[in-house]
């Protein structure tokens, strides 16, 4: 894997902490006194809350998948929320040690409890999160009280765990041999954001939270309609998309082109981001249109949804921002931004690999075969891709397959040149077709409009597993 930070490392009086392709991979939360062997397991609680932190570049999104499974296995949807803050920039990383994080931690955990009426929460933290953790936890009694148990989700390692909880690690193939108390979980085939929202991992943390496995590692479709809420928010500060207007579109799963006259409903922005709830198909496909006054609408397609969730997200880009500086717009291609919370992953040591396929279909291009984006020049471990035609191509209107550097160079980004047709109104769709690695006869299909991206930008968010 290409390395994207100077490999250094940060010390702290609570721990210690290695950055590695831009993530905290390696922590020592507090010294061997907090270890607490002779109790490694929490008392199982029931249906006790759940608080997930996430990591770097990463929101609620992450833990999306794994709260439906709860709730597939009988936890209440109102029992599992997550704490979200900002690591836009290098600064951000050093706010997980500060004091301000942690007092904010608290007044969430604190509300957390109050509403649920339980005396302990469990924490669940993924990377960077486990830092928070450590510097929340560490030598301070009374937060600790609150905590019925931890679980590191691929960040920490050591014998110890932080502030007396009994804890849990669960690492994947970037930590193999890693210690956390004497409980962990090792999937080595598992990448570092895999393994925070695989079916494996949840029946782990099942198991650690309850004290029994779980009845099922599925995703259950709803019946009958699932209640979607969540939070459109500028990335990677997850500070809401104030004064913009989210409708939400019935589409054509063959097309991406809306299949109704009217949106099924409306929300204006406000500064905390939510909207919701709204009832949804669990079997539908959505547009999620996103209207950002005095500049392009953002459109977000996903796969359904298929039972209530509060941990929808839409990552929307500020004005001005690099992101948007950095892609190249006009009316005559499309801009697309694909995101999977499992990376895309193209040299595994057993020979599986992701593949992902971009046709289009229009009246100005209907003979072109489609193009696997991925290559072994990006690396492992991306987790968003952005694919548009460059103005730097010597034959514009071509797919080279180039890497785009800027995003190539960014945590969990790269970029990609190909070229797909737009319209002014649009009049074809772009197909992408995701081939699973380890599973390559269950291929996970999306279109969308061929939107112009003078106008438009394009977001294609694919499930963490595979949807049948």
Same mark, same amino acid.
Not at 52 to 59: C, D, I, L, M, R
Not at 140 to 167: F, M, Q
Not at 321 to 326: A, F, K, P, T, V
Not at 416 to 438: C, H, I, K, W, Y
């Given at each position: ?6 490999l250094?490392?940060y ?11 831009? =993530?905290?991979l390696?922590?020592?939360a ?9 109790n ?19 929101s609620? !999104?992450q833990?999306?998948?794994?709260a439906m *499974?709860f709730s !597939?296995n ?8 997550a704490?979200?803050?900002s690591t ?6 050093g706010?997980a040690?500060?004091?301000a994080?942690?007092?904010?931690? %608290?007044v969430?955990v604190?509300?957390?409890l109050?509403?649920s009426?339980a005396d302990?929460a469990?924490?669940v *933290?993924?990377?960077?999160?486990t830092? +928070? ?5 560490a030598?301070? @009694?009374d937060?600790?009280?609150?905590i019925?148990?931890?679980?590191? $989700?691929?960040?920490a390692t ?7 909880v ?15 108390? %004497? ?6 085939n598992?990448?570092h954001?895999?393994? @925070?929202?695989?079916a494996a991992?949840?029946a782990?943390?099942y ?15 709803a019946d %009958?309609?699932?209640?979607v809420s ?9 500070s809401g998309a104030?004064?913009?207007?989210l ?6 799963? @063959?097309t ?5 006259? &009217?949106?099924v ?13 709204? @009832? ?7 547009e999620?249109h996103? &209207?950002?006054?005095? *500049?392009?609408?953002?459109?977000f397609y996903?796969?359904p ?8 997200r839409?990552n929307?880009?500020p004005?001005?921002?690099e992101?948007?500086?950095n892609?190249h717009?006009?009316a005559?291609?499309?801009? $697309? ?11 595994r ?5 992701d593949?992902l ?8 291009r209907?003979?072109e075969?489609?193009?696997? +984006?991925l290559s072994s020049?990006m ?11 460059t103005?730097t ?17 960014q945590?969990?980004q ?5 070229? =797909?047709?737009a319209?002014?109104q ?10 699973? *690695?380890g599973? !390559? ?6 279109? +969308?409009?061929?939107?112009?991206? %003078?106008?438009?930008?394009?977001? +294609?968010?694919?499930?963490?597993y595979?949807?049948?």
């Amino acid at each position: 894997m290409r390395l994207r930070f100077t490999l250094g490392s940060y010390t702290h009086a609570l721990m210690t902490l290695t950055f590695v392709t831009g =993530m905290a991979l390696a922590l020592s939360a507090c010294d061997s006194s907090s270890s607490n062997p002779s109790n490694p397991d929490p008392e199982p609680q029931a249906h006790a809350p759940i608080i997930f932190v996430h990591g770097t570049a990463g929101s609620a !999104s992450q833990y999306q998948t794994q709260a439906m *499974r709860f709730s !597939s296995n009988g936890y209440p949807d109102e029992a599992i929320s997550a704490y979200e803050y900002s690591t836009a920039g290098l600064l951000a990383i050093g706010q997980a040690y500060s004091g301000a994080l942690s007092e904010s931690l %608290d007044v969430h955990v604190d509300q957390v409890l109050a509403q649920s009426e339980a005396d302990q929460a469990y924490l669940v *933290r993924h990377s960077l999160g486990t830092a +928070v953790c450590g510097h929340y936890l560490a030598g301070d @009694a009374d937060r600790a009280a609150k905590i019925a148990g931890y679980i590191a $989700l691929d960040g920490a390692t050591g014998e110890t765990c932080p502030g007396d909880v009994p804890c849990l690690g669960v690492f994947g193939d970037r930590n193999v041999g890693a210690q956390l108390g %004497d409980n962990n979980a090792h999937f080595p085939n598992e990448s570092h954001v895999e393994v @925070a929202t695989s079916a494996a991992s949840f029946a782990a943390q099942y198991e650690f939270i309850t004290g029994e496995a779980p009845e099922t590692t599925d995703v259950v479709t709803a019946d %009958d309609t699932a209640q979607v809420s969540g939070r459109a928010v500028y990335f990677p500060a997850n500070s809401g998309a104030e004064g913009t207007t989210l409708s939400i579109w019935p589409v054509e799963a @063959a097309t991406g082109h809306r299949s109704a006259s &009217e949106p099924v409903a409306e929300f204006t922005i406000g500064e905390d981001g939510r909207f919701g709830p709204v @009832a949804l198909s669990p079997n539908g496909h959505y547009e999620f249109h996103l &209207e950002r006054p005095g *500049r392009s609408n953002h459109h977000f397609y996903r796969q359904p949804i298929p039972r209530d969730t509060d941990f929808l997200r839409l990552n929307t880009s500020p004005a001005g921002s690099e992101i948007e500086l950095n892609t190249h717009t006009d009316a005559n291609h499309v801009t $697309l931004v694909v995101t999977r919370d499992m990376e895309w992953w193209t040299d595994r040591d057993d020979g599986s690999e992701d593949i992902l396929e971009i046709g289009t279909t229009s009246p100005t291009r209907t003979d072109e075969p489609p193009v696997n +984006v991925l290559s072994s020049g990006m690396g492992n471990g991306d987790i968003g891709i952005h694919i548009h035609d460059t103005d730097t191509d010597e034959s514009p209107g071509v797919t080279t397959g180039a890497l785009i550097e800027w995003f190539n160079a960014q945590s969990f980004q790269t970029g990609v040149d190909v070229f =797909m047709p737009a319209a002014e109104q649009p009049d074809g769709t772009v197909m992408l077709t995701s081939t699973p *690695r380890g599973d !390559s006869g269950r291929q996970q299909i999306m279109a +969308v409009p061929n939107w112009p991206s %003078d106008q438009h930008r394009v977001t +294609v968010i694919f499930n963490d597993y595979i949807q049948d």
